[in-house]
């Protein structure tokens, strides 16, 4: 199986800095985009941003400039530091990945998984 670990959530002060990380574990034969999403009390969720396997990104337009994804394949794990926070910004933030798994000599062809999220509370 594949579990998706996310750490480095916590409560900060609007304009301070919090990087989260998203370990992947298990049976993995590779990570196809990954990204982070989050949800707040009331609203659906909604895609923060994406990260290829050639590192092209897409961010929302509402953490643009302040937020970065990057991934480094060889620990399977994705990253979103995030500058300048708001509290807007808080939210149950969530690691999501596309991924392929292989076990015991089967593969299993590409679906997404989800880590457990992280609480983000930014104060004012």
């Known amino acids: 199986q594949v579990q998706l670990a996310e750490s480095g959530g916590g409560l900060v002060q609007a304009g301070g800095s919090l990087r989260l990380s998203c370990a992947a574990s298990g049976s993995i034969f590779r990570i196809n985009t990954a990204g982070w999403y989050r949800q707040a009390p009331g609203t659906q969720r909604e895609l923060v941003a994406t990260?290829?396997?050639?590192?092209?990104?897409n961010y929302a337009y509402s953490v643009k400039g302040r937020f970065t994804i990057s991934r480094d394949n060889a620990k399977n794990t994705v990253y979103l530091q995030m500058n300048s926070l708001k509290p807007e910004d808080t939210a149950v933030y969530y690691c999501n990945a596309n991924l392929e798994r292989l076990s015991s000599g089967f593969y299993y062809s590409p679906r997404d998984y989800w880590g457990q999220g992280t609480q983000v509370t930014v104060s004012s």
């Open positions: 990260i290829t396997t050639d590192g092209t990104t």
